[in-house]
Protein backbone atom coordinates (compact mmCIF):
# COMPACT_ATOMS: atom_id res chain seq x y z
CA UNK A 1 0.00 0.00 0.00
CA UNK A 2 1.19 3.62 -0.92
CA UNK A 3 1.81 6.10 1.70
CA UNK A 4 -1.11 8.26 -0.22
CA UNK A 5 -3.37 5.65 0.10
CA UNK A 6 -2.50 4.80 3.77
CA UNK A 7 -2.97 8.57 4.40
CA UNK A 8 -6.36 8.37 3.07
CA UNK A 9 -7.49 5.49 4.89
CA UNK A 10 -6.48 6.77 7.96
CA UNK A 11 -8.34 9.28 7.59
CA UNK A 12 -11.53 8.21 6.61
CA UNK A 13 -12.10 6.10 9.73
CA UNK A 14 -11.43 9.16 12.41
CA UNK A 15 -14.06 10.91 10.20
CA UNK A 16 -16.63 7.90 10.07
CA UNK A 17 -16.43 7.61 13.96
CA UNK A 18 -16.67 11.67 14.59
CA UNK A 19 -19.66 11.14 12.16
CA UNK A 20 -21.53 8.39 14.26
CA UNK A 21 -20.75 10.62 17.42
CA UNK A 22 -22.17 13.67 15.88
CA UNK A 23 -25.28 11.34 14.69
CA UNK A 24 -25.71 10.25 18.29
CA UNK A 25 -25.01 13.85 19.68
CA UNK A 26 -27.85 14.80 17.40
CA UNK A 27 -30.28 11.76 18.48
CA UNK A 28 -29.81 13.14 22.33
CA UNK A 29 -30.45 16.13 21.82
CA UNK A 30 -33.46 15.32 20.09
CA UNK A 31 -34.91 13.35 22.88
CA UNK A 32 -35.33 15.92 25.62
CA UNK A 33 -36.16 15.24 29.24
CA UNK A 34 -39.81 14.91 29.95
CA UNK A 35 -40.45 13.36 26.41
CA UNK A 36 -42.73 10.55 26.56
CA UNK A 37 -41.18 7.60 24.40
CA UNK A 38 -42.34 4.31 24.05
CA UNK A 39 -40.43 1.39 25.89
CA UNK A 40 -40.64 -2.67 25.99
CA UNK A 41 -41.04 -4.78 29.09
CA UNK A 42 -38.05 -7.16 28.93
CA UNK A 43 -38.09 -8.55 32.79
CA UNK A 44 -39.84 -8.10 35.93
CA UNK A 45 -38.91 -8.98 39.38
CA UNK A 46 -40.20 -7.80 42.75
CA UNK A 47 -38.21 -4.68 43.06
CA UNK A 48 -37.83 -3.69 39.59
CA UNK A 49 -38.96 -3.40 35.53
CA UNK A 50 -36.71 -3.49 32.93
CA UNK A 51 -36.90 -1.84 30.01
CA UNK A 52 -35.48 -1.58 26.61
CA UNK A 53 -36.26 1.94 25.26
CA UNK A 54 -33.78 1.09 22.08
CA UNK A 55 -30.85 3.15 24.13
CA UNK A 56 -27.39 2.26 24.48
CA UNK A 57 -28.60 0.42 28.17
CA UNK A 58 -31.75 -1.19 29.13
CA UNK A 59 -33.47 0.86 31.97
CA UNK A 60 -34.57 -0.23 35.51
CA UNK A 61 -37.54 1.78 36.76
CA UNK A 62 -39.50 0.23 40.09
CA UNK A 63 -41.86 -1.86 39.67
CA UNK A 64 -44.06 0.22 41.98
CA UNK A 65 -44.09 2.44 38.91
CA UNK A 66 -46.51 -0.12 37.10
CA UNK A 67 -49.20 -1.09 39.77
CA UNK A 68 -52.76 0.46 39.70
CA UNK A 69 -54.72 2.80 42.43
CA UNK A 70 -55.05 -0.80 43.96
CA UNK A 71 -51.84 -1.91 44.00
CA UNK A 72 -52.25 -4.69 41.46
CA UNK A 73 -49.28 -4.89 38.84
CA UNK A 74 -50.42 -3.78 35.07
CA UNK A 75 -47.68 -5.20 33.17
CA UNK A 76 -46.32 -8.15 31.39
CA UNK A 77 -43.25 -9.38 29.82
CA UNK A 78 -43.12 -8.52 25.89
CA UNK A 79 -45.95 -5.70 26.50
CA UNK A 80 -45.19 -1.99 24.88
CA UNK A 81 -45.17 1.21 27.67
CA UNK A 82 -44.84 4.58 27.51
CA UNK A 83 -42.51 5.96 29.74
CA UNK A 84 -40.75 9.64 30.41
CA UNK A 85 -37.42 10.91 30.29
CA UNK A 86 -36.12 11.95 33.46
CA UNK A 87 -31.78 12.35 32.93
CA UNK A 88 -30.22 11.53 29.37
CA UNK A 89 -27.19 9.58 29.14
CA UNK A 90 -24.12 11.30 29.26
CA UNK A 91 -21.60 8.94 28.15
CA UNK A 92 -21.06 7.88 31.39
CA UNK A 93 -24.31 6.02 32.83
CA UNK A 94 -27.74 5.12 31.51
CA UNK A 95 -30.83 6.95 30.25
CA UNK A 96 -33.47 7.31 33.37
CA UNK A 97 -36.73 6.74 32.32
CA UNK A 98 -39.85 7.12 34.45
CA UNK A 99 -43.04 5.27 34.16
CA UNK A 100 -45.04 7.38 36.60
CA UNK A 101 -43.74 10.79 35.01
CA UNK A 102 -45.66 9.24 31.35
CA UNK A 103 -48.80 7.93 33.51
CA UNK A 104 -49.39 11.37 34.85
CA UNK A 105 -48.49 13.20 31.81
CA UNK A 106 -51.16 10.85 30.35
CA UNK A 107 -53.65 11.21 33.07
CA UNK A 108 -53.49 15.52 33.18
CA UNK A 109 -54.31 15.08 29.17
CA UNK A 110 -56.85 12.29 29.29
CA UNK A 111 -58.54 14.91 32.51
CA UNK A 112 -58.19 17.97 30.82
CA UNK A 113 -60.13 16.35 27.83
CA UNK A 114 -62.84 14.39 29.86
CA UNK A 115 -63.37 18.24 31.64
CA UNK A 116 -63.52 20.03 28.06
CA UNK A 117 -65.76 17.38 26.66
CA UNK A 118 -68.00 16.61 29.19
CA UNK A 119 -66.45 12.69 29.04
CA UNK A 120 -67.17 10.47 32.72
CA UNK A 121 -63.66 9.41 34.20
CA UNK A 122 -63.37 6.31 36.31
CA UNK A 123 -61.88 6.65 39.73
CA UNK A 124 -61.41 5.01 43.18
CA UNK A 125 -62.62 6.67 46.23
CA UNK A 126 -59.76 6.36 48.96
CA UNK A 127 -60.76 8.18 52.08
CA UNK A 128 -62.67 11.20 53.83
CA UNK A 129 -61.15 15.23 54.09
CA UNK A 130 -62.14 17.98 55.16
CA UNK A 131 -65.14 19.01 53.18
CA UNK A 132 -64.99 15.93 51.35
CA UNK A 133 -63.53 12.89 49.64
CA UNK A 134 -60.48 11.92 47.73
CA UNK A 135 -60.50 10.36 44.17
CA UNK A 136 -57.66 8.85 42.79
CA UNK A 137 -58.36 9.12 39.07
CA UNK A 138 -55.87 7.01 36.69
CA UNK A 139 -53.07 8.27 39.46
CA UNK A 140 -53.66 11.75 39.90
CA UNK A 141 -55.50 12.62 43.21
CA UNK A 142 -58.46 14.56 42.52
CA UNK A 143 -61.07 16.22 45.20
CA UNK A 144 -65.56 14.79 45.54
CA UNK A 145 -67.13 17.58 47.77
CA UNK A 146 -69.39 15.92 50.13
CA UNK A 147 -71.94 18.21 48.39
CA UNK A 148 -71.10 16.71 44.73
CA UNK A 149 -71.29 13.10 46.30
CA UNK A 150 -75.17 11.95 45.66
CA UNK A 151 -78.15 14.27 44.13
CA UNK A 152 -79.23 14.30 47.48
CA UNK A 153 -77.03 15.37 50.82
CA UNK A 154 -75.28 12.45 52.47
CA UNK A 155 -74.39 13.22 56.08
CA UNK A 156 -72.22 9.79 56.23
CA UNK A 157 -69.96 9.22 53.21
CA UNK A 158 -68.36 6.26 54.61
CA UNK A 159 -69.82 3.48 52.55
CA UNK A 160 -68.18 4.95 49.83
CA UNK A 161 -64.96 4.63 50.68
CA UNK A 162 -62.93 1.84 48.98
CA UNK A 163 -65.38 1.79 46.03
CA UNK A 164 -64.74 2.77 42.30
CA UNK A 165 -66.95 5.22 40.26
CA UNK A 166 -67.77 7.29 37.48
CA UNK A 167 -67.09 11.22 37.76
CA UNK A 168 -66.92 14.02 35.99
CA UNK A 169 -64.28 16.66 35.43
CA UNK A 170 -65.25 20.35 36.85
CA UNK A 171 -62.70 22.01 37.51
CA UNK A 172 -58.89 21.16 36.42
CA UNK A 173 -55.83 23.26 37.27
CA UNK A 174 -52.90 21.11 36.62
CA UNK A 175 -50.02 23.83 38.22
CA UNK A 176 -52.04 23.80 41.11
CA UNK A 177 -51.78 20.12 40.99
CA UNK A 178 -56.10 20.40 41.93
CA UNK A 179 -58.77 18.34 40.04
CA UNK A 180 -62.46 18.64 41.49
CA UNK A 181 -64.48 15.99 40.32
CA UNK A 182 -68.40 15.48 40.66
CA UNK A 183 -70.56 11.89 41.09
CA UNK A 184 -73.51 14.11 41.42
CA UNK A 185 -73.33 15.03 38.26
CA UNK A 186 -73.08 11.46 36.69
CA UNK A 187 -75.91 10.28 38.09
CA UNK A 188 -77.85 13.11 36.77
CA UNK A 189 -76.94 12.68 33.70
CA UNK A 190 -77.96 8.88 34.06
CA UNK A 191 -81.07 9.74 35.80
CA UNK A 192 -82.24 12.04 33.20
CA UNK A 193 -83.40 10.16 30.56
CA UNK A 194 -84.58 7.39 32.95
CA UNK A 195 -86.25 10.27 34.89
CA UNK A 196 -87.83 11.97 32.18
CA UNK A 197 -89.66 8.38 31.30
CA UNK A 198 -91.06 7.67 34.67
CA UNK A 199 -92.10 10.74 35.22
CA UNK A 200 -94.43 10.67 32.00
CA UNK A 201 -95.38 7.37 33.04
CA UNK A 202 -96.00 8.10 36.52
CA UNK A 203 -99.21 8.15 37.93
CA UNK A 204 -101.95 7.59 41.54
CA UNK A 205 -102.27 3.95 41.86
CA UNK A 206 -99.57 2.85 39.96
CA UNK A 207 -97.39 0.01 41.95
CA UNK A 208 -93.55 1.02 41.57
CA UNK A 209 -90.57 -0.30 42.60
CA UNK A 210 -87.24 1.21 44.10
CA UNK A 211 -84.34 1.29 46.49
CA UNK A 212 -84.34 2.51 49.96
CA UNK A 213 -81.64 5.31 50.32
CA UNK A 214 -82.50 7.01 53.06
CA UNK A 215 -84.62 6.50 56.44
CA UNK A 216 -85.23 9.56 59.15
CA UNK A 217 -87.43 10.08 61.87
CA UNK A 218 -90.41 10.45 59.56
CA UNK A 219 -90.12 8.21 56.73
CA UNK A 220 -88.03 6.74 53.72
CA UNK A 221 -87.08 8.02 50.63
CA UNK A 222 -86.88 5.52 47.96
CA UNK A 223 -85.22 6.37 45.06
CA UNK A 224 -87.90 5.24 41.83
CA UNK A 225 -84.92 5.77 38.94
CA UNK A 226 -84.70 9.73 38.11
CA UNK A 227 -86.58 10.71 41.20
CA UNK A 228 -87.23 10.10 44.63
CA UNK A 229 -90.56 8.91 46.59
CA UNK A 230 -91.45 9.41 50.36
CA UNK A 231 -92.42 6.45 52.58
CA UNK A 232 -94.08 8.04 55.04
CA UNK A 233 -94.28 6.66 58.55
CA UNK A 234 -98.23 6.05 58.80
CA UNK A 235 -98.36 4.25 55.04
CA UNK A 236 -95.31 1.79 55.69
CA UNK A 237 -97.78 -0.77 57.47
CA UNK A 238 -101.14 -1.10 58.73
CA UNK A 239 -99.80 -1.95 62.42
CA UNK A 240 -98.21 1.02 64.69
CA UNK A 241 -94.47 1.74 63.43
CA UNK A 242 -92.20 2.94 65.85
CA UNK A 243 -89.48 4.23 63.57
CA UNK A 244 -89.28 3.71 59.86
CA UNK A 245 -86.16 1.05 60.55
CA UNK A 246 -88.49 -1.12 61.85
CA UNK A 247 -90.00 -1.87 58.27
CA UNK A 248 -87.12 -1.35 56.25
CA UNK A 249 -83.49 -0.59 56.05
CA UNK A 250 -81.08 1.25 53.31
CA UNK A 251 -80.38 -0.81 50.11
CA UNK A 252 -83.88 -2.85 50.14
CA UNK A 253 -85.41 -2.56 47.33
CA UNK A 254 -89.41 -2.32 48.03
CA UNK A 255 -93.00 -2.10 46.27
CA UNK A 256 -94.93 0.46 46.59
CA UNK A 257 -98.11 2.03 45.56
CA UNK A 258 -98.11 5.77 44.37
CA UNK A 259 -100.29 7.58 46.71
CA UNK A 260 -99.70 11.12 45.11
CA UNK A 261 -97.51 12.53 42.82
CA UNK A 262 -97.24 16.58 42.35
CA UNK A 263 -96.31 17.05 39.34
CA UNK A 264 -94.93 20.48 39.27
CA UNK A 265 -93.14 19.85 42.41
CA UNK A 266 -91.87 16.22 41.41
CA UNK A 267 -92.93 14.71 44.85
CA UNK A 268 -93.99 11.20 44.96
CA UNK A 269 -95.42 10.02 47.90
CA UNK A 270 -95.73 6.08 48.44
CA UNK A 271 -97.24 3.89 50.72
CA UNK A 272 -96.12 -0.16 51.30
CA UNK A 273 -99.38 -1.09 53.23
CA UNK A 274 -101.83 0.27 50.17
CA UNK A 275 -100.68 -3.67 48.42
CA UNK A 276 -102.79 -5.50 51.00
CA UNK A 277 -105.56 -4.87 52.16
CA UNK A 278 -107.16 -2.86 54.78
CA UNK A 279 -107.47 -4.74 58.02
CA UNK A 280 -110.08 -2.37 59.81
CA UNK A 281 -112.55 -3.12 56.63
CA UNK A 282 -114.84 -4.87 57.65
CA UNK A 283 -113.68 -5.01 61.82
CA UNK A 284 -117.09 -4.54 63.10
CA UNK A 285 -118.59 -7.83 61.65
CA UNK A 286 -115.57 -9.60 62.52
CA UNK A 287 -115.46 -8.63 65.74
CA UNK A 288 -119.32 -7.64 67.68
CA UNK A 289 -119.13 -5.76 70.81
CA UNK A 290 -118.50 -7.94 73.86
CA UNK A 291 -116.50 -9.99 72.03
CA UNK A 292 -113.57 -11.44 74.09
CA UNK A 293 -109.96 -12.65 72.39
CA UNK A 294 -106.48 -12.48 73.74
CA UNK A 295 -104.43 -9.92 72.24
CA UNK A 296 -100.42 -8.77 72.74
CA UNK A 297 -99.63 -5.31 74.47
CA UNK A 298 -97.65 -2.97 72.08
CA UNK A 299 -97.75 -0.42 73.84
CA UNK A 300 -98.10 2.43 77.12
CA UNK A 301 -99.28 5.49 77.79
CA UNK A 302 -100.06 7.50 80.62
CA UNK A 303 -103.79 6.99 79.79
CA UNK A 304 -103.71 3.40 79.30
CA UNK A 305 -102.29 0.13 77.29
CA UNK A 306 -102.77 -0.31 73.13
CA UNK A 307 -102.95 -4.04 72.79
CA UNK A 308 -102.85 -5.74 69.40
CA UNK A 309 -106.03 -8.10 68.43
CA UNK A 310 -104.61 -9.27 64.86
CA UNK A 311 -101.66 -7.62 62.83
CA UNK A 312 -101.94 -3.96 62.53
CA UNK A 313 -104.89 -3.94 64.50
CA UNK A 314 -104.51 -1.83 67.85
CA UNK A 315 -107.05 -0.92 70.51
CA UNK A 316 -106.79 1.01 73.48
CA UNK A 317 -107.59 -0.39 76.80
CA UNK A 318 -107.47 3.27 78.76
CA UNK A 319 -107.03 3.19 82.77
CA UNK A 320 -110.85 3.07 83.62
CA UNK A 321 -110.99 -0.01 82.08
CA UNK A 322 -108.17 -1.68 83.30
CA UNK A 323 -109.75 -2.22 87.19
CA UNK A 324 -112.90 -2.45 88.16
CA UNK A 325 -111.51 -0.80 91.51
CA UNK A 326 -108.89 1.51 91.51
CA UNK A 327 -109.60 3.86 88.17
CA UNK A 328 -106.75 5.80 88.54
CA UNK A 329 -104.06 3.16 87.78
CA UNK A 330 -100.92 3.35 86.71
CA UNK A 331 -101.29 1.12 83.02
CA UNK A 332 -97.21 0.27 83.59
CA UNK A 333 -98.36 -1.50 87.02
CA UNK A 334 -101.12 -4.10 85.82
CA UNK A 335 -99.28 -4.63 82.55
CA UNK A 336 -95.72 -4.80 80.22
CA UNK A 337 -95.09 -4.59 76.37
CA UNK A 338 -95.29 -7.69 75.23
CA UNK A 339 -97.82 -9.24 77.59
CA UNK A 340 -100.56 -11.43 76.58
CA UNK A 341 -103.85 -10.27 78.00
CA UNK A 342 -107.66 -11.06 77.45
CA UNK A 343 -109.76 -8.06 75.91
CA UNK A 344 -113.45 -7.33 75.55
CA UNK A 345 -114.55 -5.20 72.29
CA UNK A 346 -116.51 -2.42 73.84
CA UNK A 347 -116.64 -0.62 70.63
CA UNK A 348 -114.82 -0.45 67.19
CA UNK A 349 -115.30 3.31 64.84
CA UNK A 350 -113.96 2.03 61.87
CA UNK A 351 -114.21 5.68 60.30
CA UNK A 352 -112.25 6.56 62.77
CA UNK A 353 -109.56 3.80 63.11
CA UNK A 354 -110.42 3.22 67.32
CA UNK A 355 -111.20 0.41 69.43
CA UNK A 356 -111.76 0.81 72.80
CA UNK A 357 -111.22 -2.13 74.71
CA UNK A 358 -111.96 -3.72 78.06
CA UNK A 359 -109.68 -5.18 80.32
CA UNK A 360 -111.79 -5.23 83.55
CA UNK A 361 -115.02 -6.66 81.86
CA UNK A 362 -113.00 -10.12 81.43
CA UNK A 363 -113.34 -10.70 85.28
CA UNK A 364 -116.31 -11.00 86.84
CA UNK A 365 -117.50 -7.26 88.65
CA UNK A 366 -117.38 -6.97 92.50
CA UNK A 367 -120.21 -4.69 92.15
CA UNK A 368 -122.35 -7.16 90.53
CA UNK A 369 -121.36 -9.73 92.80
CA UNK A 370 -122.21 -7.56 96.04
CA UNK A 371 -125.41 -7.10 94.78
CA UNK A 372 -126.33 -10.50 94.10
CA UNK A 373 -124.73 -11.64 97.58
CA UNK A 374 -126.26 -8.38 99.78
CA UNK A 375 -129.62 -6.62 100.55
CA UNK A 376 -130.18 -3.18 101.58
CA UNK A 377 -130.89 -3.48 105.31
CA UNK A 378 -127.66 -6.11 106.10
CA UNK A 379 -125.05 -5.23 108.55
CA UNK A 380 -121.49 -5.63 106.79
CA UNK A 381 -117.72 -5.09 108.27
CA UNK A 382 -115.06 -3.41 106.97
CA UNK A 383 -112.06 -1.10 107.32
CA UNK A 384 -111.76 2.59 107.24
CA UNK A 385 -110.45 3.37 103.51
CA UNK A 386 -110.41 6.84 103.63
CA UNK A 387 -112.06 10.25 105.02
CA UNK A 388 -113.35 12.95 102.96
CA UNK A 389 -115.06 16.12 103.63
CA UNK A 390 -118.49 14.27 103.54
CA UNK A 391 -118.16 10.81 104.89
CA UNK A 392 -116.04 8.04 105.34
CA UNK A 393 -115.44 5.08 102.52
CA UNK A 394 -115.11 1.65 104.06
CA UNK A 395 -113.67 -1.09 102.22
CA UNK A 396 -116.37 -4.09 101.38
CA UNK A 397 -115.28 -7.52 100.60
CA UNK A 398 -114.35 -7.79 96.38
CA UNK A 399 -112.16 -4.80 96.77
CA UNK A 400 -115.12 -2.25 96.56
CA UNK A 401 -115.63 0.59 98.88
CA UNK A 402 -119.17 1.53 100.50
CA UNK A 403 -119.75 5.02 101.55
CA UNK A 404 -120.96 6.42 105.19
CA UNK A 405 -122.05 9.87 104.59
CA UNK A 406 -121.82 12.76 106.97
CA UNK A 407 -125.82 12.34 107.80
CA UNK A 408 -125.48 8.69 108.40
CA UNK A 409 -122.87 8.44 111.16
CA UNK A 410 -124.60 9.63 114.11
CA UNK A 411 -128.54 10.58 115.16
CA UNK A 412 -127.23 12.46 118.11
CA UNK A 413 -123.92 14.24 116.71
CA UNK A 414 -123.30 16.31 114.19
CA UNK A 415 -121.71 14.56 110.99
CA UNK A 416 -118.37 16.91 111.23
CA UNK A 417 -118.01 16.23 114.76
CA UNK A 418 -119.07 12.51 114.20
CA UNK A 419 -116.65 11.64 111.46
CA UNK A 420 -113.37 13.05 113.94
CA UNK A 421 -113.53 9.86 115.91
CA UNK A 422 -112.64 7.82 112.68
CA UNK A 423 -109.22 6.71 111.56
CA UNK A 424 -107.97 5.37 108.58
CA UNK A 425 -107.64 1.55 109.37
CA UNK A 426 -110.35 1.35 111.89
CA UNK A 427 -112.60 -1.35 111.66
CA UNK A 428 -116.55 -0.86 111.37
CA UNK A 429 -120.32 -1.99 111.16
CA UNK A 430 -122.72 -0.42 109.04
CA UNK A 431 -125.75 -0.98 107.67
CA UNK A 432 -126.57 -1.12 103.96
CA UNK A 433 -128.87 1.71 102.57
CA UNK A 434 -129.11 1.52 99.20
CA UNK A 435 -126.63 -0.33 96.72
CA UNK A 436 -125.91 0.59 92.67
CA UNK A 437 -124.42 -1.94 90.99
CA UNK A 438 -124.35 0.31 88.00
CA UNK A 439 -123.42 3.43 89.36
CA UNK A 440 -120.73 1.73 91.58
CA UNK A 441 -122.22 3.35 94.35
CA UNK A 442 -122.97 1.42 97.96
CA UNK A 443 -124.49 3.75 100.34
CA UNK A 444 -123.92 2.77 104.36
CA UNK A 445 -125.13 3.81 107.74
CA UNK A 446 -123.60 3.57 111.38
CA UNK A 447 -126.51 5.17 113.27
CA UNK A 448 -128.58 2.95 111.35
CA UNK A 449 -127.63 0.26 113.54
CA UNK A 450 -129.69 2.04 116.19
CA UNK A 451 -133.58 2.99 116.14
CA UNK A 452 -134.27 6.67 115.27
CA UNK A 453 -134.43 7.81 118.93
CA UNK A 454 -136.94 10.43 117.37
CA UNK A 455 -140.06 7.61 116.10
CA UNK A 456 -138.95 6.11 119.09
CA UNK A 457 -139.78 9.07 121.47
CA UNK A 458 -142.75 9.38 119.35
CA UNK A 459 -144.06 6.07 119.40
CA UNK A 460 -143.03 6.07 123.67
CA UNK A 461 -145.02 9.24 123.60
CA UNK A 462 -148.64 9.34 121.41
CA UNK A 463 -150.40 12.42 121.42
CA UNK A 464 -151.76 14.13 124.25
CA UNK A 465 -149.24 12.56 126.72
CA UNK A 466 -147.48 15.11 129.25
CA UNK A 467 -144.07 15.43 128.92
Known amino acids: MSTATASATSTKAPMESFAALFEESIARQEMRIGEVITAEVVGIDDNFVTVNAGLKSESLIPVEEFKSDRGELEVNVGDFVPVAIESLEDGYGSTKLSRDRAKRLAAWLDLESAMQEGRIVKGLIQGKVKGGLTVMCNGIRAFLPGSLVDVRPIKDTSPYEGKEGDFKVIKLDRKRNNVVVSRKAVLEQSMGAERQALLENLKEGATVKGIVKNITEYGAFVDLGGIDGLLHITDLAWRRVKHPSEVVNVGDEVTAVVLKFDQEKNRVSLGMKQLGEDPWVGLSRRYPTGTRMFGKVANLTEYGAFVEIEPGIEGL????????????????????????????????????????????????????????????????????????????????????????????????????????????????????????????????GIKQLEHDPFTTYVADHPKGSIV
Open 317 to 444: VHVSEMDWTNKNVNPAKVVSVGDEVEVMILDIDEERRRISLGMKQCKANPWDEFAATHQKGERVVGQVKSITDFGVFVGLEGGIDGLIHLSDISWNEQGEEAVRRFKKGDEVEAVIIAIDPERERISL
